[in-house]
T-cell receptor
């Protein structure tokens, strides 16, 4: 079990720029989640993939956000035209199909929009 | 619809005294319930989970939680706090009939005084 890895760990960008984050889940996990966590809050669900299919997207996610999981393995989350309100920790988690046991989280990508 | 309410945003205890972190949930179906812990600059780690077996669940580091359906509660306890327990704790609910959704509470920050 090599764990869920996320890249980069930190990203500082200027308002209006585009950013992309990557998540590599545990290899046999076909379900993948993106969450966003701001200071003092619990993780908020953003989107969910089963294999390469994006099955659910939160209403919190504006059109500036897009996520992909092209081959059912790694996933990317892109934010276009970043705003200061996008500053947060972006967390990725994975879990095997057929269970709602433990979510395996990565360490997250901390985004700061200046 | 599911939701989780963590009744205290901050809890402060002295080392060696009991810990009680409160969580109430609402769920349309049979819930699975979890407690995760997040230490500063660390990823989310599963402390314990309730899925359908014994209502008193034991987790890591001496923590346990009791599922009380009549009270829709899943409070986290520990008999004796240790300095290393200082962290943020999240209660999470998922529906066993719907494997796709995990809902996080807003978190309780535990402070342990020497």
């Amino acid at each position: 079990d090599t764990g869920v890895s996320q890249d980069p760990r930190h990203k500082i960008t200027k308002r209006g720029q585009n950013v992309t984050f990557r998540c590599d889940p545990i290899s046999e996990h076909n379900r993948l989640y993106w969450y966003r966590q701001t200071l003092g809050q619990g993780p908020e669900f953003l989107t969910y993939f089963q294999n390469e299919a994006q099955l659910e997207k939160s209403r919190l996610l504006s059109d500036r956000f897009s996520a992909e999981r092209p081959k059912g393995s790694f996933s990317t989350l892109e934010i276009q035209r970043t705003e200061q309100g996008d500053s947060a920790m972006y967390l990725c988690a994975s879990i095997p199909w057929g269970t709602n046991e433990k979510l395996f989280f990565g360490s997250g990508t901390q985004l700061s929009v200046l | 619809a599911q939701s989780v309410t963590q009744l205290d945003s901050h809890v402060s205890v002295s080392e060696g005294t009991p810990v009680l972190l409160r969580c109430n949930y609402s769920s349309s179906y049979s819930p699975s319930l979890f407690w995760y812990v997040q230490h500063p600059n660390k990823g989310l780690q599963l402390l314990l989970k309730y899925t359908s077996a014994a209502t008193l669940v034991k987790g890591i580091n001496g923590f346990e939680a009791e599922f009380k359906k009549s009270e829709t509660s899943f409070h986290l306890t520990k008999p004796s706090a240790h300095m290393s327990d200082a962290a943020e704790y999240f209660c999470v609910v998922s529906e066993r009939e719907n494997f796709n959704k995990f809902y996080f509470g807003s978190g309780t920050k535990l402070n342990v005084k020497p």
